[in-house]
């Protein structure tokens, strides 16, 4: 059977048009009828950032750019990419590039040798024998030999499986895989491309170091088991950490897929693997004084919003030799800010994935909206009030969390307590959220306020902060007031919490 799949104009990519209808496009509509397409639809939300890099990687190298801000400028005040541009780049790769079953060169594969196993080994977030379990969010297969995946969904999988590779038989886990990802989302689908693209010169190394760089589907050596280092930023929002090759087969007259083949594919040498997410535009990282970079992930429990106090600062001090990074986007989104009228979203997205301690499976995955607000951001002494009020409450938390844990230290004397205890600590556990959640609702309120430079902001932040705080702590350890051994421990680390917050350096300016 000839199969063949053009991923150029075969519909596979899910959007929302701007009047709400749902359906799929090819790239070549993706990028073209950007303007009129509201966002992409994915289902899952780890498809959104593995998409959306695969359209930035192939914008960048379509307008070979944009070099500079000015060349930004021009794209964005165009409105819409230049569909002739667009269609004699594709035209100039119909040799089967582009194609998800060519025999040469298939679209984001490699002929490969390997044993042939099935279709739900793409991708962890399926559940079949051997896997583990992928949190709450999977599709279960009990009868693995049977799945068949139609062509376009698996267009779609195979583009995600390659960002957010899990570890598996000594290949390298994908770049997005247990970090945060961060992008802007726009009106469009045109400006969430343009808010996330960033300057491109390769040579001038940026956003990356490179010599050779371009996109996979133009490398003429197929992906191979070489370890090296990415030619540029398209090889490596393109890179394969596995060899996979989608076996089609054809059921009542459509292209399917129900096999694969999977192998070790390139692999970051050392040293690129010990800096790349400093260079990666939408991962923050944890850098080092050596320049050595770790990705920041967002614990399952923590809530989005404490992230915007790093979000406002290009980089803060984490520990004594490391700092946060924050990634490119935000500062493309500050310069923006600071010298164009441009209408930039309030909020940025973020996706975060986790892993257990052997990451060959995902966990879990969550989709967060993090506010940054433009007019905050470019503003920096709007930005001073927002990130001191924020590092107040961080201040505030850690002491919160220090006196319920003494509090907690007095239910265990002895061995005859230790159900008190694992009793306690699950309903401090329990408030501990309880008190981000009930800021959380305030922090609005909060950035309005600095926004209309009210003078009053802060310290009315400050007040709902000493609020929470005390209403958390009263609660947790109300029902503990009855254990004598506990009655006076609660109420003497009560004093130490209010005092706190009467501490000099607490209170609003």
Do not use: C
């Not at 083949?261 to 990666?280: C, I, N, S, T």
């Not at 989709?367 to 961080?394: C, F, M, Y």
Request: net charge negative; aromatic share 10%; charged share 30%.
């Amino acid at each position: 059977m000839t199969a063949s799949f053009d991923v150029r104009f075969e519909p596979w990519i899910p959007v929302r048009d701007s009047d709400g209808v749902l359906r799929k496009v090819g790239l070549r509509d993706a990028l073209v009828q950007a303007p009129t397409i509201a966002a992409l639809a994915v289902s899952d939300p780890i498809d959104e950032p593995a998409l959306l890099r695969l359209l930035l990687a192939m914008v960048h190298h379509i307008i070979d750019g944009p070099r500079t801000e000015r060349d930004w400028v021009a794209l964005w005040e165009q409105g819409s990419l230049d569909a002739e541009l667009v269609d004699h780049y594709l035209d100039d790769r119909s040799d089967g590039r582009f194609d998800l079953f060519d025999d040469v060169h298939p679209f984001l594969q490699a002929p490969v040798e390997g044993a042939v196993r099935p279709a739900v080994e793409i991708h962890k977030r399926f559940v079949s024998g051997t896997a583990e379990l992928f949190f709450e969010h999977t599709d279960t297969y009990r009868d693995v030999d049977a799945v068949a995946f139609p062509a376009d969904e698996m267009a779609l999988y195979l583009v995600t499986a390659h960002a957010y590779q899990t570890i598996y038989r000594g290949v390298q886990p994908g770049t997005l895989l247990k970090g945060m990802v961060l992008f802007n989302v726009g009106a469009n689908l045109f400006e969430t491309l343009l808010l996330n693209l960033v300057r491109y010169d390769p040579a001038g190394e940026f956003p990356m170091p490179g010599s050779d760089d371009r996109p996979a589907w133009d490398r003429e050596a197929p992906v191979a088991g070489r370890v090296r280092p990415p030619e540029g930023y398209l090889d490596y929002l393109t890179w394969q950490p596995r060899r996979v090759q989608l076996i089609p087969a054809q059921v009542d007259g459509r292209i399917v897929v129900s096999r694969i083949r999977v192998e070790r594919g390139e692999q970051f040498d050392d040293a690129f693997k010990a800096r790349y997410p400093r260079w990666d535009p939408m991962l923050p990282a944890e850098v080092d004084d050596d320049g050595n970079a770790k990705k920041i992930w967002l614990p399952f429990e923590r809530v989005a919003w404490r992230e915007t106090r790093r979000l406002l600062s290009p980089a803060t001090q984490l520990h004594a030799k490391t700092r946060y990074v924050r990634p490119g986007v935000v500062d493309h989104r500050e310069a923006l800010a600071l010298r164009y009228d441009i209408p930039l979203p309030r909020d940025l997205l973020a996706v975060s994935t986790g892993t257990p301690q052997n990451p060959g499976s995902l966990y879990w995955w969550r989709k967060d909206t993090i506010p940054v607000p433009p007019q905050i951001l470019g503003h920096p002494q709007r930005s001073t009030t927002v990130r001191v009020a924020l590092e107040r409450t961080e201040d505030a938390y850690r002491t919160l969390v220090r006196n319920l844990g003494q509090v907690l230290d007095t239910l265990a004397v002895d061995g005859g307590r230790q159900r008190i205890r694992a009793d306690a600590e699950a309903t401090f556990r329990s408030y501990l959220l309880d008190f981000w959640d009930r800021l959380g609702s305030r922090f609005e309120g909060l950035l309005d306020g600095v926004i209309a430079d009210d003078p009053d902001a802060a310290d009315r932040w400050l007040e709902e902060l000493q609020t929470v705080t005390m209403d958390v702590y009263d609660a947790a350890t109300r029902p503990y007031l009855t254990a004598a051994i506990a009655l006076e421990d609660v109420f003497r680390h009560r004093r130490f919490l209010a005092a706190h917050f009467r501490r000099p350096d607490r209170r609003g300016s």
